[in-house]
């Protein structure tokens, strides 16, 4: 019986179909992130002053404005990030897109563990997105954010974990974490920082 012809033929046009599925282009990923995501989230020492949504709109502005062309000379959109408690972990989306692979959820499930953490309970989170400088500028950015609400939102409604202590911003390539190497997959690792106490 050759493929193609009656049961055989189906199975084996069913199985290439899934081996193409699974090797369908998605955000690279590099190795996963090695340590405790709460021993790395733990430590604030002083509450930044920190405005989400003016950093978004500083991004969005850099971005119109065309500023800062070539990726490896962009400075810091938000250099205050950087200073903060952080875990940087790999979620894997569908193609252009803020759909989070299944397989991702294992990591995001680690956060939520981190987060329930009796060191990490009364504190907020930031989860920042970022992409490399492949593509356009303002679809990284707009992707970038979609991508960081999409992890915010598995974290509230799949793993319980209260609204108020999470934000969610995406940087796109506009805080490229290896600026040296700006279509590196290193540059599309998503963080979550300790930023605040809960209310």
Do not use: C, W
Not at 53 to 77: E, H
Not at 119 to 130: G, S
């Amino acid at each position: 019986m050759r493929p193609g012809n009656g049961f055989l033929g189906d199975v084996v046009v069913l199985v290439g179909a899934l081996i193409m599925l699974a090797a369908a282009p998605a955000r690279a990923q590099p190795a996963a992130a090695a340590g405790n995501p709460a021993d790395q989230l733990v430590g604030l020492d002083s509450i930044p002053e920190l405005n989400v949504a003016a950093l978004r709109q500083q991004a969005a502005d850099r971005v119109k404005s065309k500023a800062d062309p070539v990726p490896q000379k962009r400075p810091p959109i938000a250099g205050e990030l950087l200073k903060l408690p952080q875990f940087r972990f790999d979620v894997l989306f569908d193609p252009d897109t803020s759909i989070i692979r299944p397989q991702s959820y294992p990591t995001i499930g680690r956060i939520a563990d981190a987060l329930y953490d009796p060191r990490l309970l009364p504190y907020t989170f930031l989860i920042v997105d970022h992409t490399d400088s492949s593509g356009r500028r303002d679809f990284n950015l707009a992707l970038s954010q979609r991508r960081a609400e999409s992890i915010r939102d598995a974290l509230v409604t799949t793993f319980k974990i209260s609204p108020k202590r999470l934000q969610a911003i995406g940087l796109g390539e506009e805080q490229l974490q290896d600026a040296l190497r700006p279509t590196s997959p290193v540059n599309v690792r998503a963080q979550i920082m300790t930023v605040g106490k809960v209310p």
